[in-house]
């Protein structure tokens, strides 16, 4: 009888491997594949552009015992494509996966510098994993995330040292079959940077840059919405 557990990351982020939800969930499964999981990484918006992807995408989602979701957070909900995956989900939950009892972990990371922006996308997951019949493990939840940006943490240094704890919780959690902790919550909810000036003052920065590099710069006080 193979017992070995099998785990989904889903990625909700159009940005795909180089996003903080790459990056954040990606942490947890290299620890898991550690102790023997079995993984498996899937693009949400890569498996909605056709009816086979769809398929496949539920296909593989019946036969885990966890899924791992990781998405940005979009004016203060989940982006339309994980929306829409939540849907087909539950237009086409199986017996089988009902009887196992899957279990769902939500990860959402917001550009705001306060995590406590994606409280309302963590509760739709949970309502969404309850009228599943989904175990919901918990969920985290980041600010700042744009400090991240795709980058790997162990290149961040000192500022993901909590990010990486939380984590590390978690992964401990998932392997000992236990929800989440507290403190792994505390510890993900944690500011990246020493004070909400200097992150907003390096985003602008970063977005002056990009301004810059599209050769956008003089429309950046542009109001087309007036």
Same mark, same amino acid.
């Given at each position: 009888?193979?017992?070995?557990?099998?785990?989904?990351?889903?990625?909700?982020?159009?940005?795909?491997?180089?996003?903080?939800?790459?990056?954040?969930?990606?942490?947890?499964?290299?620890?898991?594949?550690?102790?023997?999981?079995?993984?498996?990484?899937?693009?949400?918006?890569?498996?909605?552009?056709?009816?086979?992807?769809?398929?496949?995408?539920?296909?593989?989602?019946?036969?885990?015992?966890?899924?791992?979701?990781?998405?940005?957070?979009?004016?203060?909900?989940?982006?339309?494509?994980?929306?829409?995956?939540?849907?087909?989900?539950?237009?086409?939950?199986?017996?089988?996966?009902?009887?196992?009892?899957?279990?769902?972990?939500?990860?959402?990371?917001?550009?705001?510098?306060?995590?406590?922006?994606?409280?309302?996308?963590?509760?739709?997951?949970?309502?969404?994993?309850?009228?599943?019949?989904?175990?919901?493990?918990?969920?985290?939840?980041?600010?700042?995330?744009?400090?991240?940006?795709?980058?790997?943490?162990?290149?961040?240094?000192?500022?993901?040292?909590?990010?990486?704890?939380?984590?590390? $919780?978690?992964?401990?959690?998932?392997?000992?079959?236990?929800?989440?902790?507290?403190?792994?919550?505390?510890?993900?909810?944690?500011?990246?940077?020493?004070?909400?000036? $200097?992150?907003?003052?390096?985003?602008?920065?970063?977005?002056?840059?990009?301004?810059?590099?599209?050769?956008?710069?003089?429309?950046?006080?542009?109001?087309?919405?007036?």
């Amino acid at each position: 009888m193979n017992n070995t557990r099998k785990v989904i990351l889903l990625i909700g982020s159009p940005r795909g491997v180089y996003s903080t939800s790459s990056v954040l969930g990606n942490y947890i499964l290299k620890k898991l594949e550690e102790q023997n999981f079995k993984t498996e990484v899937l693009h949400i918006h890569s498996q909605l552009k056709s009816q086979s992807k769809r398929e496949q995408l539920l296909d593989k989602i019946e036969n885990v015992d966890l899924i791992l979701l990781a998405f940005p957070l979009y004016v203060d909900t989940l982006p339309a494509p994980v929306i829409r995956t939540f849907e087909l989900i539950a237009e086409n939950i199986s017996e089988k996966q009902q009887e196992r009892t899957q279990k769902l972990i939500a990860i959402v990371n917001c550009g705001f510098p306060e995590a406590s922006h994606n409280r309302y996308a963590l509760a739709t997951c949970e309502q969404f994993a309850l009228e599943t019949g989904m175990q919901w493990i918990g969920g985290l939840s980041l600010g700042m995330g744009g400090a991240i940006s795709g980058k790997s943490l162990d290149k961040l240094g000192g500022m993901v040292t909590n990010v990486k704890k939380s984590l590390d $919780l978690v992964s401990e959690s998932i392997i000992k079959d236990e929800k989440i902790s507290e403190k792994a919550i505390e510890y993900m909810a944690k500011p990246l940077l020493p004070s909400k000036w $200097l992150y907003t003052f390096m985003g602008s920065i970063s977005w002056r840059i990009q301004a810059l590099k599209n050769k956008a710069y003089s429309k950046l006080n542009d109001t087309p919405f007036i």
